[in-house]
């Protein structure tokens, strides 16, 4: 699947290849969380501990050459799998071994917090997201099942060109299917697929996401001044699809993105607030729930999910592991936990930057458990004395767990 540049390439920007088509690379917030310094918006929305995430992909090949992609087009692009198909627990067990190799350096870092770097051996949960179309790999629902197997929670995330796939898929703790522009012309200039009936299957994608019992996700990848536009026919799609979710999120000028679009393309986090409140008054099913300022992203549930108590957005992986081993039907309804922040804070990250400073030194006093930290959100993760899950807890609401 690689040519000798492309995977030379790969590995000069930290990935490490595993096999012939998979490769896994440390997410910034799994460096960011075994430092103190706060985990990303997976946690504040669902739950999952940054420090035990592995992100990685089964395909780095992809049908589309988006222009908010970070890949340069070195990269390979094709619509049919076509190479040799790696063993699922060739896989599994190589990426793994990666993963805690690219992680090792920590173990005697002087900054990084000793309990969130012993957690990150054990991996919890895992993004099929990192780069390429993931969920084209043959083998996909074996290596799935292997993760749920041994306890790992599984994120995928599809560029919605592959609708047999997405029907065939076994259950995934949340699917994701990307949803880049409102049109069918617009769809092209953003995502440059290979696809001529590219907007076909992007439908038919939708239509089969709706059909899932488990939890789904539609993601926009907001570009400002390209597709920030006609919240009314993004909306239409996503009533198609369906999802429990929603993630509006600012395209990032990253990588060689960089060479396709300028810094201006970039929208602020109060931009995507707009364009997302926008985007609700057209989704009477879903409310606005929560934002995460350092990624820039907005999340949007299903009314369903605002319980007697509260939101309940979180996922109780436990509960999710238990169902897939099963062999029984089960829906996302039936792994649920409740979610211990909600809610837009109104202001921008400036303004939150020294109220946070003010109260987080109290807060260090009274705590004197090991504590993770994000300026931007207020978030903090830390381990009671004695227990293995860890607690999550917010400034303005400490009795939160």
């Known amino acids: 699947m690689l040519t000798p540049a492309a995977k030379a390439e790969l590995e000069k920007q930290q990935y490490r290849i595993v096999g012939s088509h998979s490769a896994v690379k440390t997410c910034g917030w799994t460096k960011n969380m075994i430092n103190g310094q706060g985990g990303c918006y997976k946690l504040k929305f669902y739950g999952i501990m940054s420090n035990q995430c592995m992100q990685m992909t089964t395909s780095i090949s992809c049908a589309n050459r988006c222009t908010f992609c970070w890949r340069g087009y070195k990269a390979p692009v094709s619509k049919e799998w076509k190479w040799e198909v790696d063993d699922p627990n060739m896989i599994y067990e190589k990426s793994l071994e990666a993963h805690h190799k690219l992680l090792i350096g920590f173990g005697g870092s002087a900054k990084a917090n000793k309990t969130a770097y012993n957690k990150s051996?054990?991996?919890?949960?895992?993004?099929?997201?990192?780069t390429g179309e993931p969920i084209t790999y043959p083998q996909m629902n074996e290596l799935i099942d292997k993760f749920h197997a041994d306890g790992i929670s599984t994120f995928l995330v599809t560029n919605s060109q592959y609708p047999e796939h997405i029907k065939h898929l076994h259950p995934i703790t949340q699917l994701y299917c990307s949803v880049d522009a409102p049109t069918k012309e617009l769809l092209k200039e953003v995502d440059v697929p290979l696809f001529a009936d590219f907007w076909v299957r992007m439908i038919q994608s939708l239509e089969y996401l709706a059909q899932k019992k488990q939890r789904t996700c539609i993601r926009l990848t907001v570009i400002k001044s390209i597709n920030d536009i006609l919240p009314e026919k993004y909306a239409e799609l996503i009533t198609l699809g369906s999802p429990d979710f929603i993630e509006v999120k600012a395209y990032m000028h990253v990588g060689p993105s960089q060479q396709?679009?300028?810094k201006d393309n970039m929208p602020m986090h109060?931009?995507?607030?707009?364009?997302?409140?926008?985007?609700?008054?057209?989704?009477?099913?879903?409310?606005i729930v929560s934002e995460h300022i350092p990624s820039r992203v907005i999340m949007f549930a299903k009314k369903k999910y605002?319980?007697?108590?509260?939101?309940?957005?979180?996922?109780?992986?436990?509960?999710?592991?238990?169902?897939?081993?099963?062999?029984?039907?089960?829906?996302?309804?039936?792994y649920l936990r409740k979610t211990p922040q909600v809610g837009l804070s109104g202001k921008g990250s400036k303004e939150r930057g020294e109220e946070f400073k003010r109260k987080i030194e109290a807060k260090k006093k009274a705590l004197e458990l090991p504590i993770f930290v994000d300026e931007e959100t207020?978030?903090?993760?830390?381990?009671?004395?004695g227990n293995e899950k860890p607690k999550v807890a917010f400034l303005d609401s400490p009795g939160s767990n």
Do not use: C, N
Request: no cysteine.
């Open 378 to 385: 207020q978030e903090m993760e830390f381990y009671g004395e």
């Open 270 to 287: 109060e931009e995507v607030v707009v364009f997302s409140k926008q985007l609700v008054e057209f989704l009477p099913e879903y409310e």
């Open 121 to 130: 051996k054990e991996v919890r949960h895992v993004a099929l997201s990192l």
């Open 260 to 262: 396709r679009l300028s």
């Open 306 to 334: 605002k319980q007697v108590d509260g939101w309940h957005t979180w996922i109780d992986f436990d509960k999710f592991e238990e169902l897939a081993l099963s062999g029984k039907e089960f829906g996302s309804d039936d």
